[in-house]
């Protein structure tokens, strides 16, 4: 889960590491590590994910072994390309 969250951005992802490490003081490491294992079978490596599951207590069941959905990311292209470069004329 680290190395996800610093893989974008490492300095803006720094303060988000040192929560998590925070959150194996407050909860047992063990839960910790559950938790991030849901948050990622689910595609979800955020801070604020991993504490909800962990005040939900949802790191204590166990994960559905089913195929998941893909995870749509259709904000991300929202344009094509063409709308941000004037085509040349040649």
Do not use: N, T, W
């Amino acid at each position: 889960m680290v190395e996800q969250l610093l893989e974008e951005r490492p300095l803006d992802r720094l303060r988000s590491v040192q929560g998590l490490l925070g959150l194996a003081r407050r909860y047992s490491p063990a839960r910790l590590e559950a938790a991030c294992a849901r948050a990622l079978h689910y595609g979800d490596a955020s801070y604020r994910r991993l504490k909800r599951i962990l005040a939900a207590g949802l790191d204590q069941v166990p994960l559905d072994p089913g195929p998941l959905q893909p995870e749509l990311r259709f904000y991300e292209y929202a344009r094509p390309v063409g709308d941000f470069f004037a085509e040349e004329v040649g």
